[in-house]
C-alpha cells in the first residue's frame, strides 16, 4: 500500500520531531493548528491578532494555548480566564439576528432546530443568547445542536417530562463547552460518552455517601463529577465520607471535597496510596516528635 509524499519548492518549515510526537500522541487539532501558526511566524503576536488569524473565539484560543502549555511547548503565561455568561458580552441587536438569520443558512437552520427541540418559539432575548454561542463563543451549529439535546436530556432526568432549560441554562453549559474545548462533533460526542458513563456511576457515590439511591441534586452532581474526573472511585471517596464524618459529625461536602483536594495534589487516588499516605505522615509526624524530645534532653 503506497503512502503519502508532500514535495513543495516554497520555504520549508522545521519543526522538532519530539513536538510533533506530543502533538499527535495528543489528538488536538487546535494545538496543532496553533503550534504551526506561532512557528510560521517570525516575529511576537497578540491573542488578539490570532484570533483574527485563525477565526477563532477568546475561549478557544485559551483552550488550545493551555494544551501546548500543558505539552511543554509554550511558555507564555495565559490570558486572563475568559468571560463567563454572567459577566458582559457582546450586545447583538435585533438587527443583528436578523441579519445573521438571514445571511447564515446554518444559523437560521439551528434557530428552528432548537425552537423544535424546545417546543417554543424563541423570544428576541433567547435569539441573542444562541447567537452569542454561535458567533462570539464559536461553536459550530452542530454542536450547539448537540448542546441544547444534552441539556434538554439532563432537564428531563433532574425536574421530569415537561421541564425544559431555558436558554441562560444551555449558555452556562455552552461557555463549559467551549472551555473544554468541545469545538467540533468528535470532541462532543466524547464528552457525551464520558457524562454517560458518569450517569450510570452516580448512584455508586450516592450511596457512598449514605444518600441512598435517590438522585444527585445539580450541586451533589458538580462536587460528584469533579471527583470523577480527578479520578477518585466510589471506594476513595467513602474514606473522605469517613473522615469527614468523625470531624463533623455529618456529611459536609464543602470539608470532604477538601479532603479529595488535598489527596489529589498529593497524588493519591486509590485506597492503597491514600492508606500508604497516612501511614508515611504519621511516621513523619512521630520520627519528628522523638527529634525534638532528644533536642531538648541534649539542651
Not at 473565539?57 to 501546548?68: P, Y
Not at 496510596?273 to 533536642?295: F, M, Y
Request: charged letters at 30%; one cysteine or more.
Amino acid at each position: 500500500m503506497g503512502g503519502y509524499i508532500l514535495r513543495q519548492e516554497e520555504e520549508s518549515l522545521v519543526l522538532p520531531a519530539g513536538a510533533v510526537d506530543r502533538l499527535v500522541d495528543k489528538g488536538n487539532g487546535d494545538a496543532a493548528l496553533l503550534y504551526l501558526t506561532l512557528m510560521r511566524l517570525s516575529s511576537a503576536v497578540t491573542p488578539q491578532e490570532l484570533m483574527r488569524r485563525l477565526r477563532w473565539s477568546e475561549l478557544r484560543l485559551d483552550d488550545a494555548e493551555t494544551t501546548l502549555q500543558q505539552l511543554g511547548l509554550l511558555e507564555r503565561r495565559r490570558p486572563e480566564p475568559a468571560i463567563e455568561p454572567a459577566e458582559e458580552r457582546p450586545n447583538y441587536t435585533t438587527q443583528d439576528v436578523a441579519q445573521m438569520l438571514e445571511e447564515d443558512t446554518a444559523f437560521d437552520q439551528l434557530r428552528r432546530q432548537t425552537e423544535e427541540r424546545l417546543g417554543k418559539k424563541l423570544s428576541t432575548p433567547d435569539l441573542q443568547i444562541l447567537a452569542g454561542l454561535y458567533d462570539n463563543v464559536g461553536l459550530p451549529a452542530d454542536v450547539i445542536y448537540l448542546l441544547v439535546n444534552y441539556c434538554i436530556t439532563r432537564s428531563k432526568k433532574r425536574y421530569g417530562e415537561g421541564r425544559r432549560p431555558t436558554l441562560r441554562q444551555i449558555e452556562k453549559e455552552g461557555y463549559y463547552w467551549a472551555r473544554r474545548g468541545i469545538f467540533d462533533q468528535e470532541r462532543a460526542d466524547e464528552y457525551l460518552r464520558l457524562c454517560a458513563q458518569q450517569e450510570e456511576q452516580l448512584s455508586g457515590y450516592m450511596q457512598v455517601l449514605g444518600l441512598g439511591r435517590r438522585g444527585p441534586v445539580a450541586s451533589e452532581e458538580k462536587y460528584i463529577r469533579s471527583w470523577m474526573e480527578q479520578g477518585f472511585p466510589p471506594d476513595v471517596v467513602a474514606l473522605a465520607y469517613d473522615k469527614t464524618v468523625f470531624y463533623k459529625k455529618e456529611l459536609n461536602w464543602r470539608y470532604l471535597n477538601g479532603i479529595l483536594r488535598r489527596w489529589h495534589e498529593n497524588g493519591w487516588h486509590t485506597v492503597e496510596q491514600v492508606q500508604q499516605g497516612d501511614s508515611r505522615k504519621k511516621t513523619e509526624k512521630k520520627t519528628e516528635h522523638v527529634s525534638d524530645i532528644d533536642k531538648y534532653m541534649k539542651w
